[in-house]
């Protein structure tokens, strides 16, 4: 089934994040939300790494996963905005992107390794994303089994590895302030109504919901 290979496809993810990364605990992420597990990582240039999963298949038939790698103030780094949402059969929703206000060689690699992606159910960009995501960010749905998952799961492992792998060689110190492209990052991001919609449909209340979202999810700093 499809989600035999996101959850594989996760694990790898989260083997990556360790190979690369040092694991914290995040003092903020003391949610019991039903089969949520929130991971986060550091290092030398990133200040935070967070994995997500949800995982109802067997009451919500949803599996979900949620990626970000925010770099530390003086790092110039895009931010690594990964996230999948399944249901049984399809993928509803994929979405990637190196996010930056500044020319970088990662940029370049993203456009490179995106512009011959073709998909057959293309996501529009919203409004709320359009001051945050590039103009190579891979937005589709209705993946099914077949040539789509495997391009999908190829193009953003690759992109991923990339990102951690090459760090230490791309991570150019700047003395310009990147919190404020941050926050508007995570400002933008809770502009998104479908995220707040699709955490109220899973029983979770509006206050632990307002909570994880600006304290966990999309914190500015």
Same mark, same amino acid.
Not at 75 to 99: E, M, R
Not at 195 to 205: D, E, K, N, Y
């Given at each position: 089934?499809?989600?035999?290979?996101? %959850?594989?496809?996760?694990?790898?993810?989260?083997?990556?994040?360790?190979?690369?990364?040092?694991? %914290?605990?995040?003092?903020?992420?003391?949610?019991?939300?039903?089969?949520?597990t929130?991971?986060?990582w550091?290092?030398?240039?990133?200040?935070?790494?967070?994995?997500k999963?949800?995982?109802?298949?067997?009451?919500?038939?949803?599996?979900?996963?949620?990626?970000?790698?925010?770099?530390?103030?003086? %790092?110039?780094?895009?931010?690594?905005?990964?996230?999948?949402?399944?249901?049984?059969?399809?993928?509803?929703?994929?979405?990637?992107?190196?996010?930056?206000?500044?020319?970088?060689?990662?940029?370049d690699y993203?456009?490179?390794?995106?512009?011959?992606?073709?998909?057959?159910k293309?996501r529009?960009?919203?409004?709320?994303?359009?001051?945050?995501?590039?103009?190579?960010?891979?937005?589709?749905?209705?993946?099914?089994?077949?040539?789509?998952?495997?391009?999908?799961?190829? %193009?953003?492992?690759?992109?991923?590895k990339?990102?951690?792998?090459?760090?230490?060689?791309?991570?150019f110190?700047?003395?310009l302030?990147?919190?404020?492209?941050?926050?508007?990052?995570?400002?933008?991001?809770?502009?998104n109504?479908?995220?707040?919609?699709?955490i109220?449909?899973?029983?979770?209340?509006?206050?632990?919901?307002d909570?994880y979202?600006n304290?966990?999810?999309?914190?500015?700093?």
């Amino acid at each position: 089934m499809i989600w035999d290979k996101l %959850v594989e496809n996760s694990n790898e993810l989260c083997s990556l994040f360790d190979k690369h990364f040092e694991r %914290v605990e995040f003092e903020k992420s003391d949610f019991d939300f039903e089969g949520w597990t929130d991971l986060f990582w550091s290092s030398k240039h990133i200040r935070k790494c967070h994995l997500k999963i949800i995982d109802r298949r067997e009451d919500k038939k949803l599996w979900l996963m949620h990626i970000n790698i925010f770099p530390r103030n003086g %790092v110039h780094l895009p931010i690594l905005g990964y996230d999948i949402v399944s249901g049984p059969g399809k993928i509803t929703g994929a979405f990637f992107d190196y996010s930056t206000p500044f020319d970088h060689p990662y940029s370049d690699y993203l456009e490179m390794s995106t512009k011959s992606l073709e998909w057959k159910k293309e996501r529009d960009v919203p409004d709320w994303g359009k001051p945050i995501f590039s103009s190579d960010l891979i937005a589709a749905g209705n993946i099914r089994e077949g040539r789509e998952l495997e391009q999908l799961l190829d %193009v953003t492992m690759d992109l991923t590895k990339t990102y951690v792998e090459n760090i230490d060689k791309n991570a150019f110190e700047i003395s310009l302030d990147c919190i404020e492209y941050q926050n508007l990052y995570c400002q933008q991001q809770k502009k998104n109504p479908h995220l707040h919609r699709s955490i109220l449909g899973l029983g979770i209340s509006e206050e632990d919901k307002d909570r994880y979202v600006n304290e966990v999810l999309f914190e500015e700093i």
